[in-house]
């Protein structure tokens, strides 16, 4: 059986597909998109990120290497997709149409798009929006593809989507507290096995299964557990290592309701917590409390993180600070929950509105040490940052 008939066979069987959300919403998100393309005069828009077709028409999958891309007209939404994709496409993907190519001939598809792109944009000169600096847009596609283009006009309009999805509807905000809730059971759980002398990778186990018992969908990241000095280095994980008498235990998890994720981080300590460590955790709530308060629609995410920096400005030359108080969550996959490029930091001068969606990752790491990190995911209202997770703020001593 070919791919086309293997999409026949599928459409006949699943004639309408399976959604996250009403049908009316991804409606409203398609509009929302099209009036910015009109904004802009774009003929076309070319998406690639797996979380933004996701967002606009359902489609989930758990493979994201492979090169997907979803055109928008004003009039037509078209997935194109290798055809090993074609049957999450037609099963949970609500589009105008499903154009597979042969995903072991790569070769071809830039001649094959480029098809798609001339009928579903109505033109031979068409004006066309896409994001150069998307990683899932693979550089040789979007090379060939303007070549054999050639009257095409490509238009750097990648933060489009970005913007449209910042803003989370009631429906979003309930798959986020779903996660929030799991995410809060796992972290739970994994502190429930924290002692002198488990293995860190145990301290995961314990998190993952609860999370994927709880109802987790496969997660964006995975569970992040690292202990002693290596709490002190960002973006290690677990890899093997004993937790000692003395260590702090730095856990970060996310699980995942229909792509949404509301992630946490939380904090332990093996024994008695130094002095040094209490104040690092002091100044982490301080920082969170701050920045949580400054969040305010209509107010800048700039003056959000400078709230953070007033706060961090005691420990600010002993400790590392990643620099990024909030960055946006909502649907994705992985390898990152990140969604978007919007970030809580001093140098960005865009309006936070109602309703936006941020996870605030505060974690304050002395090299070589130790890290302390607290954090929460948090829903912008008119008066601050409202908390859609509900993370247990205590520094947890563990006499075991």
């Not at 994709?85 to 071809?108: C, F, H, K, N």
């Not at 309701?257 to 460590?277: D, F, H, L, N, Q």
């Amino acid at each position: 059986m070919d791919y086309l008939t293997y999409r026949e066979k599928l459409q006949s069987h699943f004639p309408e597909p399976v959604l996250a959300f009403k049908p009316d919403e991804y409606e409203a998100r398609l509009a929302s998109v099209r009036q910015r393309m009109a904004e802009a005069q774009l003929d076309l828009l070319l998406l690639t990120e797996a979380s933004e077709l996701c967002y606009l028409t359902g489609y989930t999958t758990f493979e994201v290497s492979v090169q997907c891309v979803l055109l928008v007209a004003f009039d037509r939404t078209v997935l194109f997709v290798p055809a090993i994709e074609m049957g999450p496409a037609v099963y949970l993907s609500r589009v105008d149409d499903v154009i597979g190519y042969p995903w072991q001939a790569p070769e071809t598809v830039a001649s094959d798009l480029a098809v798609q792109v001339r009928r579903t944009a109505g033109s031979t000169t068409p004006r066309i929006g896409f994001n150069p600096w998307a990683g899932s847009f693979r550089p040789g596609l979007l090379s060939a593809l303007k070549n054999t283009l050639d009257a095409a006009t490509f238009i750097d309009f990648g933060a489009l989507i970005d913007r449209v999805r910042l803003v989370k509807s009631s429906a979003e905000l309930a798959y986020l507290a779903e996660s929030a809730a799991i995410t809060n059971a796992g972290l739970n759980a994994a502190t429930a096995v924290i002692k002198a002398g488990v293995v860190d990778h145990e301290i995961a186990r314990a998190g993952a299964s609860s999370m994927l018992g709880a109802g987790s969908e496969f997660m964006s990241m995975q569970p992040i557990v690292t202990t002693g000095a290596r709490s002190g280095i960002i973006h290690t994980n677990h890899a093997g290592y004993e937790v000692a008498r003395g260590d702090v235990v730095f856990t970060e998890f996310g699980a995942v309701r229909k792509r949404y994720t509301a992630p946490m981080m939380r904090t332990a300590v093996v024994g008695e917590a130094s002095a040094e460590i209490r104040e690092f955790h002091a100044v982490c709530l301080e920082v969170l409390a701050a920045v949580m308060s400054a969040a305010r629609a209509g107010s800048t995410f700039a003056s959000a993180a400078r709230a953070g920096e007033l706060a961090l400005a005691p420990i600010v030359d002993r400790a590392f600070f990643s620099g990024v108080f909030g960055y946006p969550v909502g649907a994705s996959f992985p390898p990152s929950w990140v969604a978007g490029s919007m970030f809580i930091t001093t140098d960005n001068p865009a309006i936070l509105e109602q309703d936006m969606v941020f996870h605030l990752p505060i974690c304050l790491r002395k090299p070589g040490e130790f890290g302390v990190g607290f954090s929460e995911t948090v829903r912008i209202t008119a008066t601050g940052a409202e908390r859609i997770t509900k993370n247990t703020l205590s520094l947890r001593e563990v006499f075991l």
